[in-house]
């Protein structure tokens, strides 16, 4: 009962700041005058004036574009140099040495494109500067690069016979001055405040109770583990993570971290209804995804709690949060999975398989129940145009969605969205499974081996980050696979993306009529979950039937692995 109101009140304060904060970022990226103006307007157009930013010029989808993967290779090469020179930098008081090419690869790809997969320990391999310059910068310059994605096809579906969609460099720039920086700010002290380190003393060399030699590692870890939540990032300061008792020491901190993970992605869905000019738009995709949300959530809490042969009905406590309790540690997997963030306070790989099956679908469906900050809405916005061409299909009209046509090149691009990060998974995942170097860092064999494999692509292709720690990753072999399925994973999505803005914004509104297929209604909310289950189960049901639900039938007869 304890666990039922934890969640009720964690979700009732959510659902009551997300419509608030989602208004204010409308009025930010719409440009108008906000509660940050008369601080942060200043601060922006000095910005604009340092970089040679003309703010009253707008891009076309392929400048756009253009800008945005200059801009996130300009970031990968910064955090991979700093690296590969670490020892040679400031900052490093435990004079900890340069990184390995493939690590310093896998890592750089990763915090450009959002996932955050850290086959290391933060604490033992990284310096405060790498962990400040790079990887929190990245943290803030990713986020803010799905943001832009997400205006710049929000606004195509928005303008009609122009070939212009924003401005890149003001879409990043107002996304981190106006939400990810003050909010940043608050949180960090908010969590510095519950007992969160941060400082730049050397690691602290203790003598334990026992008399033996302890090392406890510090560092500015409160401002990284601000934006790694908000910024839907999750790499852990710590190699750890959220479970660490200097990353998340309190009750507070796990709820004040909880609620960071979604607020941004949450909110941005009822920006969205601002936006285009219609809140029932916004609240039809906000639906689906809580509906999806809340599903798997219970069916987490259902596998944990189940009676099985071997653990009978006793709590499976090994690898969870015990500060926390189970409930909170689920309700962190569910929320970091659908989120694309990747922090975890509990080990995943200690979940029971119905509960990692869960966590793994909610990655191989793209990301799109919340998501990452601004591409989770993208991602989804392909659903709705894949769901809206089907029915158009079935009623013989041509798909429209908000006064548009649905027209050949939007549903292409939409498949390339959704299926090409699916098609990695399984195609790396086989050549893992098949080959000495992949089988050589199982953590465990049968279909729970499988399921590591499974949920370290799913993880990388899906830019989430989380694993399920059975599978050793800091090999050049997983470090260079997962390394690409991560470039694919972001770039096969935010390409198609930006490309669909500006194909939308080129085309005429038409005006609605009597047989017009409303996307605002109850049909269309199950319409579209019925998509994107489908789709997902058609792609990955075969693969999960191998790994996690042969794991689960095996449990209840008394197998464990």
């Not at 401002?223 to 990353?247: D, M």
């Not at 409303?518 to 990955?540: H, K, N, P, Q």
Request: one cysteine or more; charged letters at 10%; glycine letters at 10%.
């Amino acid at each position: 009962m304890k666990e039922i109101v934890e969640i009720v009140f964690f979700f009732t304060v959510l659902i009551i700041l997300v419509p608030i904060f989602g208004w204010y970022m409308a009025k930010v990226f719409a440009g108008e005058k906000n509660l940050l103006s008369p601080v942060m307007l200043p601060a922006e157009r000095l910005a604009y004036r340092i970089a040679g930013i003309r703010h009253n010029e707008e891009m076309n989808w392929k400048e756009y574009l253009t800008a945005l993967l200059v801009f996130n290779a300009a970031g990968f090469i910064v955090v991979f140099v700093l690296q590969l020179y670490q020892k040679s930098l400031p900052l490093n008081p435990e004079r900890l040495g340069n990184i390995a090419p493939a690590l310093a690869f896998n890592t750089a790809v990763s915090f450009m494109t959002n996932t955050n997969w850290q086959a290391y320990s933060g604490e033992s391999t990284l310096s405060y500067f790498t962990q400040m310059i790079g990887l929190t910068v990245q943290n803030f310059l990713s986020a803010a690069t799905g943001i832009a994605a997400f205006l710049a096809m929000t606004r195509g579906l928005t303008r009609k016979e122009t070939s212009l969609i924003g401005n890149f460099w003001i879409d990043v720039s107002r996304s981190v001055l106006y939400v990810l920086l003050p909010l940043s700010i608050v949180l960090s002290i908010a969590l510095a405040g519950q007992g969160v380190v941060q400082t730049f003393a050397p690691y602290a060399h203790v003598t334990t109770l026992e008399g033996d030699h302890q090392v406890i590692p510090l560092g500015p870890a409160a401002s990284q583990v601000a934006i790694k939540q908000l910024g839907t990032n999750g790499g852990g300061y710590f190699g750890a993570n959220s479970a660490h008792p200097l990353e998340n020491p309190t009750a507070v901190s796990n709820f004040l971290e909880m609620l960071a993970i979604l607020l941004i992605p949450i909110a941005l869905v009822f920006t969205y209804g601002r936006l285009v000019g219609s809140r029932r738009q916004g609240f039809a995709i906000f639906a689906a995804m809580m509906l999806l949300l809340l599903a798997g959530l219970s069916v987490m809490l259902l596998g944990e709690h189940m009676a099985n042969p071997i653990f009978a009905d006793t709590p499976l406590l090994e690898g969870k949060e015990l500060r926390f309790g189970i409930g909170n540690s689920i309700l962190w997997g569910q929320a970091t999975t659908c989120a694309s963030n990747g922090s975890v306070n509990a080990m995943h790989d200690s979940f029971t398989p119905l509960a990692g099956m869960i966590a793994m679908l909610n990655m191989m469906l793209g990301e799109v129940v919340f998501g990452g900050v601004g591409a989770g809405l993208y991602g989804m916005l392909m659903f709705v145009f894949v769901a809206v061409f089907i029915a158009g299909l079935m009623v013989g009209r041509t798909p429209e969605y908000l006064g548009k046509k649905i027209e050949k090149r939007e549903v292409q691009a939409s498949v390339v969205g959704i299926l090409v990060p699916g098609a990695v998974i399984l195609l790396f995942s086989a050549i893992a499974s098949a080959t000495g170097a992949g089988l050589s860092s199982l953590g465990n064999r049968g279909p729970h081996g499988l399921s590591e494999i499974l949920y370290a692509f799913s993880s990388a292709a899906g830019n989430n980050g989380s694993a399920f720690a059975g599978l050793n990753a800091n090999t050049d072999f997983y470090n260079i696979m997962t390394g690409i399925a991560m470039l694919v994973g972001r770039f096969a999505v935010i390409v198609p993306a930006v490309i669909i803005g500006g194909t939308m914004a080129k085309k005429k509104i038409i005006p609605g009529s009597e047989g017009t297929f409303r996307t605002d209604s109850l049909m269309f909310v199950f319409l579209l979950i019925g998509v994107i289950v489908v789709v997902g189960a058609l792609t990955f049901f075969p693969a999960l039937t191998l790994g996690p639900i042969v794991d689960h039938l095996l449990l209840m007869k008394g197998k464990f692995f």
